[in-house]
């Protein structure tokens, strides 16, 4: 059986099964079920960018697992939506991914330098990764040194606690 037959069976079955369907109100309606996910994983992540600018972050995660699955930016954006969820283990464990798919993402360095300079631990390494941001994408240089110069002012404020004890 070639595949137009085979398409025009189902078609044919689908129609006498939606015609029938009346005469067993009573019952269930079956369900549909999607194999195939219609959306690609860069859309995936365009959703998730547009629910978590309406603050709807569980949604967000939601699309960004989906893009995430194919594209290790998902887990970048992954790592900001538990960020901004304050839950910083699991957004240091996306952004831990992020870097690991992407190593040349400079975003997911600074971010999680970021992260490290909020908690206020793993200041030295935080520091290197913010100047590994540096080093990989020298256009967001004032980002990633703003970055910088704050976990080096943390740093010193830090040392300097110490020296007075």
């Not at 030295?124 to 002012?153: F, G, H, S």
Request: hydrophobic share 35%; net charge positive.
């Amino acid at each position: 059986m070639d595949a137009r037959c085979m398409k025009n069976r189902i078609t044919f079955s689908l129609i006498v099964a939606l015609c029938f369907l009346p005469l067993f109100s009573g019952c269930s309606l079956p369900r549909i079920i999607i194999l195939k996910d219609p959306l690609t994983p860069e859309e995936h992540l365009n959703l998730g960018v547009a629910y978590e600018k309406q603050g709807e972050l569980d949604a967000a995660i939601k699309e960004y697992k989906l893009g995430a699955k194919k594209l290790p930016l998902g887990f970048l954006y992954l790592g900001n939506a538990h960020f901004q969820k304050q839950e910083y283990d699991k957004a240091e464990e996306y952004y831990n991914k992020a870097i690991k798919g992407e190593p040349g993402n400079a975003d997911a360095h600074n971010n999680l330098a970021w992260l490290y300079y909020t908690k206020k631990e793993n200041l030295d390494q935080a520091e290197t990764l913010a100047l590994k941001a540096l080093e990989l994408n020298p256009a967001k240089e004032n980002v990633y040194r703003d970055t910088l110069e704050k976990i080096r002012e943390m740093k010193s404020g830090l040392a300097n606690k110490g020296d007075r004890k």
